[in-house]
């Protein structure tokens, strides 16, 4: 069945649509078949107990229960694109036996249009809307849409709904995410009247200042009586008609906070998530499930946020998790965020291996550009915590991923000041890394006569990245801060001397001030610049790769694994364009930003060790690496672009942080003719096909389904959603 929101954002509008063109345009990918990586856990879920396996159930079933929300916070058409090839699916099973291709025989419709249609369907599902989770690009399906519409009469139900959604389905505009406009559309501002970044950005520093936190909010702005009324959406299952009104200080107008978005599905995760608490481990495990609940039911972020505290204290657990609204990259002013929902299962091998790192990490974060020249602070400096808490850094295999993007590592909580004071967890999440290895595609930016050579390193190499940028990238660094109460985390009749200028710093974060609301769209792309380039940075250390079992004498040596992460750089900067929209001059992705500008850093700082080959007449880039001058000109070009946003983000810099970011993330030139090529030679984007467990009696069956876009398809439709 069909979910409308609760508020009647309009997951179901049907505008009227103009006359379509008989051919639309082809879906914005490579036309080669999607690649398909599935995520198995049967290993490590057989490990469990029948109690964990409970556990691990009943948190499954509520992460999946939140995929509705990520597609309202997608784009309005999302739902009812989900339901459409849900429907499919189901008239399939029942006519077809399950047999996609007698369909389309049935529909008179080629074998070729029902695989174009399977790979947007499979496509769509991975990433949980019609906008890709990393890229946030509008795709679209490559089969005409006549033969979409033949294909949908196959049941009235898919019928009605193909006619709903045609129209957002096959149009090329919007083409990505971003402020409202022509070119972009954001769901988490769904109005019918224009709302503008000022419009936000007041209604934003007006929450602030009243306690109610952004994450879990929409926006959405009204007229009534020729003024304009603003609604902030407040998830939770609560609908409380004691309307919160709050005024604007400026103009005066009216901000009411509007409780019960997504009220059906987070009620649903709340149901699973007690069923849940009856198979916990510990006390621990059973204060967040209770925390998580109380903050879904009344939308209170500050239970959510005890929620982190106690979460964060539940150490090594067997089966790990991740839920509520919490990473903001999709939303353009940087704050609001997506619902997330993560189980999965601990690997006690993997996670011995980065417990070394984590006992060691002491010796590495003296290293960093900001410790230099500093003998304080047991010689890390003032610009970094006295005492490195050793957080929880576990290897886990992920049973249930509700998220539009899955990544191969988290560091969580993204609250500062609870990172700060508390700590934080970080986790791999190796069947989804397994995915790099697993790739035989040779890479189109790399010398032909290297290439084999750069696919066999790259997975090490990348591992060992993407463990860095978690751990040190994410866990480093002190935040500037005044108190409430006006106290302040430094001495402020000895403030400490700022290594970009020489002087005392004078700039620091205000009471009440965020990290996120102080550089707001700036906050996601510049902090994991800034945990990429740690990484980066550290890549050369032979003590710490040595950690890892490389070294001047292993099968893939040290320098290996160092000129590997190099030319990584150089194909992910190049890779990052893609994501980046011509017209609407915006990045749709934080990850693609930051990649793009640490690769013109490179290329402008670097001295030449680092070019890009630009043949454009054959369609060709290649990245290459002079091996000899990585120590000596590469690595200082990466020092200096790390301390700069280092230090913008530690005294709440955000003037010299946009000045400098914006000038090497600006898109233009040359660029753009890279940026054509790229989007020519780029393979299509990743696809994950993900299991489901289900009960028989009081055991847990676990059913993993084929690396296809059928298997994919299947996966979802068994989930009852």
Avoid at 25 to 37: F, G, L
Avoid at 333 to 346: D, K, N, T
Avoid at 471 to 500: R, S, V, Y
Wanted: some cysteine; overall charge negative.
């Amino acid at each position: 069945a069909v979910i409308i929101a609760m508020w009647g954002v309009g997951d179901l509008r049907a505008p009227s649509p103009p006359a379509m063109p008989a051919q639309p345009n082809a879906m914005e990918t490579n036309h080669k078949s999607v690649p398909i990586h599935a995520l198995r856990v049967g290993g490590p879920f057989s490990g469990l107990t029948d109690h964990e396996k409970l556990y691990a159930h009943y948190l499954a079933k509520a992460a999946w229960s939140g995929t509705r929300i990520i597609l309202r916070q997608v784009s309005p058409e999302s739902n009812t694109i989900f339901d459409f090839i849900l429907e499919l699916s189901q008239a399939c099973r029942k006519l077809f036996a399950g047999d996609w291709y007698e369909l389309a025989k049935a529909c008179g419709v080629t074998e070729a249009d029902m695989k174009a249609f399977l790979d947007y369907g499979a496509t769509f599902l991975s990433n949980i809307g019609n906008y890709y989770g990393s890229g946030d690009q509008k795709f679209r399906p490559r089969l005409k849409l006549e033969s979409m519409r033949a294909v949908s009469h196959v049941s009235e139900d898919a019928q009605r709904l193909f006619d709903r959604v045609a129209h957002a389905m096959y149009s090329p505009q919007p083409s990505s995410l971003g402020f409202p406009g022509h070119e972009t559309q954001s769901a988490y501002y769904p109005s019918d009247v224009a709302l503008t970044k000022e419009e936000v950005a007041d209604v934003t520093v007006c929450m602030e200042q009243r306690g109610v936190l952004p994450e879990n909010t929409r926006i959405r702005k009204t007229m009534q009586g020729g003024e304009a009324i603003y609604e902030v959406l407040q998830a939770s299952t609560l609908v409380d008609p004691d309307v919160q009104t709050l005024k604007l200080r400026n103009s005066g107008r009216t901000v009411r906070v509007v409780k019960g978005d997504h009220a059906h599905e987070l009620t649903a995760v709340c149901q699973y998530l007690r069923e849940a608490s009856k198979f916990a481990a510990n006390e621990k495990q059973e204060k967040f499930l209770e925390q998580y609940i109380a903050s879904f039911e009344s939308g209170d972020l500050e239970v959510y946020k005890e929620s982190q505290k106690s979460w964060i204290r539940d150490t090594a657990p067997r089966v790990e998790n991740v839920f509520g609204f919490v990473e903001p990259y999709r939303d353009p002013f940087g704050i609001r965020a997506e619902f997330e929902g993560l189980v999965a299962i601990s690997d006690a091998g993997e996670t011995k291996l980065l417990s070394r790192l984590v006992e060691e990490s002491s010796k590495f974060i003296k290293q960093l550009p900001w410790a230099q020249g500093f003998s304080d602070n047991s010689g890390k400096g003032p610009f970094e915590k006295s005492l490195f808490e050793p957080p929880d850094f576990s290897s886990i295999h992920a049973l249930a991923y509700c998220s539009s993007i899955i990544f191969g590592g988290i560091n969580l909580p993204n609250y500062n000041d609870i990172r700060q004071d508390c700590g934080f967890k970080n986790v791999i999440i190796a069947n989804r890394m397994t995915a790099e290895s697993n790739s035989s595609a040779i890479c189109p930016f790399i010398d032909p006569s290297e290439a084999s050579t750069f696919q066999k390193h790259k997975y090490p190499a990348y591992y060992v990245w993407v463990v860095l940028h978690e751990l040190l990238g994410h866990g480093t660094g002190k935040m500037m801060c005044e108190g409430a109460h006006g106290t302040l985390n430094f001495d402020i009749e000895h403030p400490p001397i700022n290594p970009l200028t020489g002087e005392p710093i004078n700039l620091w974060y205000r009471p009440g001030q965020t990290w996120t609301g102080v550089f707001v769209d700036l906050a996601t792309t510049v902090d994991e610049c800034r945990a990429e380039l740690v990484g980066a940075f550290l890549m050369d250390n032979k003590d710490l790769l040595s950690l890892f079992g490389f070294d001047s004498s292993s099968g893939i040596s040290a320098e290996d694994i160092t000129y590997n992460v190099y030319l990584q750089l150089g194909v992910d900067g190049l890779g990052g364009l893609q994501n980046y929209n011509v017209e609407a001059d915006s990045w749709g992705q934080a990850h693609s930003r930051a990649h793009f500008a640490m690769l013109k850093c490179l290329l402008r700082d670097g001295k030449g060790f680092m070019q890009i080959d630009c043949n454009s007449s054959g369609d060709e880039l290649q990245v290459r690496v002079d091996r000899s001058r990585i120590i000596s000109d590469g690595k200082p070009a990466l020092a200096g672009m790390l301390l700069k946003l280092h230090m913008y983000r530690c005294t709440a810099d955000v003037q010299s942080c946009r000045s400098y970011y914006e000038e090497l993330s600006k898109v233009d030139g040359e660029y753009l003719e890279w940026r054509r090529i790229v989007l020519v030679k780029m393979p299509p984007k990743w696809v994950f096909v993900q299991p489901n467990t289900s009960l028989d009696g009081n055991e847990v069956i676990l059913k993993e389904y084929e690396p296809t876009p059928e298997g994919v398809i299947q996966s979802w439709t068994e989930r009852g959603l």
